[in-house]
């Protein structure tokens, strides 16, 4: 799996390269959420990865395009954070032990299991991906109770890392974000956005045609309070959930998205060219 000793092995890479390596704020436990920065100019794309935990698929892809970028040039500013919940990245590959005194008790929140393969929330069991102030808690999978998954937690932003990277994407004035998950290959798009509509349809549209075996959502409005949701609904930008790999269960495979990090790899640079060209 990509862990987060690889993450900062990674971020030194690309540091030496030239990229602008620094970090967007810390997790619960206090390891940093760390970002590489590329390219120039007025419009910029905030890619990330790593959300949930057990999708280590998507840090790894996020990597790989961040150092794709940098070797390349970029014609505007492109900002990767692959793994926005280190903590739980660190719980799946080492275990309960990593949260001390809080270990029992997150064994018995999953379900006595020591087993963190199939996790996806932070160490506070808070599932980030419904933590964003976005019609909060209207999701039809949220639950109210700590849990492996989907727990919106007691409040919007309740979590040190939705914060973080709710402040960078603001500080930065991104054009665009783009957020990769990790099982379905499938583009989702759509939060009742009115005004930008047909905009972010056809940027959606854009995008499908570049993944080419991707499938573009239509108007999906059974999840909520995701950063996606977040950047659609009070942002007003564009922004874009990606499910990698087509097929298959989780815990995946390392391999398991090798394809479909070839098609992904330079989207973002692909993205940047449309806006600018827009």
């Known amino acids: 799996m990509y862990t987060y000793a690889d993450l900062k092995s990674d971020m030194s890479r690309l540091a030496a390269m030239g990229a602008a390596v620094y970090s967007i704020g810390t997790s619960v436990l206090g390891n940093e959420i760390w970002c590489a920065e590329t390219g120039r100019g007025e419009t910029g794309l905030i890619v990330t990865g790593g959300i949930h935990a057990r999708e280590n698929v998507s840090c790894r892809l996020v990597a790989k395009q961040a150092f794709d970028a940098v070797a390349g040039g970029a014609s505007g500013r492109l900002f990767f954070v692959p793994m926005l919940n280190p903590d739980g990245a660190l719980l799946r590959e080492k275990?309960?032990?990593?949260?001390?005194?809080?270990?029992?008790?997150?064994?018995?929140?999953?379900?006595?299991?020591?087993?963190?393969?199939?996790?996806?929330?932070?160490?506070?069991?808070?599932?980030?991906?419904?933590?964003?102030?976005?019609?909060?808690?209207?999701?039809?999978?949220?639950?109210?109770?700590?849990?492996?998954?989907?727990?919106?937690?007691?409040?919007?932003?309740?979590?040190?890392?939705?914060?973080?990277?709710?402040?960078?994407?603001?500080?930065?004035?991104?054009?665009?974000?783009?957020?990769?998950?990790?099982?379905?290959?499938?583009?989702?798009?759509?939060?009742?956005?009115?005004?930008?509509?047909?905009?972010?349809?056809?940027?959606?549209?854009?995008?499908?045609?570049?993944?080419?075996?991707?499938?573009?959502?239509?108007?999906h409005t059974d999840s909520a309070g995701g950063y996606k949701d977040w950047c659609v609904a009070k942002l007003l930008i564009p922004a874009y959930t990606i499910e990698l790999v087509g097929s298959g269960s989780h815990p995946l495979p390392d391999n398991a998205a090798d394809y479909d990090y070839r098609l992904n790899l330079n989207l973002p640079e692909k993205l940047l060219n449309y806006l600018q060209s827009a």
């Open 95 to 219: 275990g309960a032990a990593i949260a001390g005194d809080r270990a029992q008790t997150l064994i018995d929140i999953n379900g006595g299991s020591d087993d963190f393969s199939l996790w996806k929330a932070n160490i506070n069991a808070v599932d980030l991906n419904t933590n964003f102030d976005a019609r909060w808690g209207t999701g039809a999978s949220n639950i109210r109770y700590p849990a492996p998954q989907n727990y919106i937690g007691p409040e919007p932003f309740s979590e040190p890392e939705t914060r973080a990277i709710a402040a960078f994407t603001v500080k930065t004035g991104a054009s665009l974000t783009l957020s990769y998950h990790a099982l379905g290959r499938e583009i989702y798009w759509y939060f009742y956005q009115k005004k930008h509509y047909s905009r972010d349809l056809a940027i959606g549209e854009f995008i499908e045609e570049q993944l080419k075996i991707y499938s573009l959502d239509g108007a």
